[in-house]
T-cell receptor
Framework: GAVVSQHPSRVICKSGTSVKIECRSL??????MFWYRQFPKQSLMLMAT?????????EQGVEKDKFLINHASLTLSTLTVTSAHPEDSSFYIC??????????FGSGTRLTVV | LAKTTQPISMDSYEGQEVNITCSHN???????ITWYQQFPSQGPRFIIQ???TKVTNEVASLFIPADRKSSTLSLPRVSLSDTAVYYC??????????????FGSGTRLSIRP
């Protein structure tokens, strides 16, 4: 089956620094990937849709300059949280789409900004 | 995208059958119903998908009445490891062109010994 690898699984960073999260489709090519954020005890909130070779589409209320998304290849999308602040602390999850397997989710990244 | 409504939480005991119902009154003709399971600090995991009547796989069954305005996820003989959040989603099937998935509130299932 399809596997999506997300790295790192946990990261702690200082306020004001930037953090990059990687999402890789290991055994399939994904022209479309999605990034979600999840706060404790809450559902997943879609942040943006990432399309290979083009600009990401951000959901309303998500700052595109703060959450930089790059989908430079068919197997890799990255989310960079720029100038992170404690309120950016959350669980970030990516998902990749394939016509054979549908949607596969990564294992998530726990970001803590101190 | 069709909006879904499901119970916020449910409790059950090991060995019991658990049925979680989801309402989706505005489901479109070409929409499928998909259920995901999410454990704490993990990404959602696909459980089952169906269009109508009944679908069964090794972990669950999905019952969909003729009007397709609701669906029921059935977990047979649950164990403690089935404690998780279960999400019901309605939309085009996963194998079609990618469209964004919007998650509802989900049902937090707690299994007790």
């Amino acid at each position: 089956g399809a596997v999506v690898s997300q790295h790192p699984s946990r990261v702690i960073c200082k306020s004001g620094t930037s953090v990059k999260i990687e999402c890789r489709s290991l055994d399939f090519q994904a022209t479309t990937m999605f990034w979600y954020r999840q706060f404790p005890k809450q559902s997943l909130m879609l942040m943006a849709t990432s399309n290979e070779g083009s600009k990401a589409t951000y959901e309303q209320g998500v700052e595109k300059d703060k959450f930089l998304i790059n989908h430079a290849s068919l197997t890799l999308s990255t989310l960079t949280v720029t100038s992170a602040h404690p309120e950016d602390s959350s669980f970030y999850i990516c998902s990749a789409h394939d016509s054979s397997y549908g949607y596969t989710f990564g294992s998530g990244t726990r970001l803590t900004v101190v | 995208l069709a909006k879904t409504t499901q119970p916020i939480s449910m409790d059950s005991y090991e060995g019991q059958e658990v049925n979680i119902t989801c309402s989706h009154n505005n489901i479109a003709t070409n929409d499928y119903i998909t259920w995901y399971q999410q454990f704490p600090s993990q990404g959602p995991r696909f459980i089952i998908q169906g269009y109508k009547t009944k679908v069964t796989n090794e972990v669950a069954s999905l019952f969909i009445p003729a009007d397709r305005k609701s669906s029921t996820l059935s977990l047979p003989r649950v164990s403690l490891s089935d404690t998780a959040v279960y999400y019901c989603l309605v939309g085009p099937p996963g194998y079609s062109s990618a469209s964004k998935i919007i998650f509802g509130s989900g049902t937090r299932l707690s299994i007790r010994p």
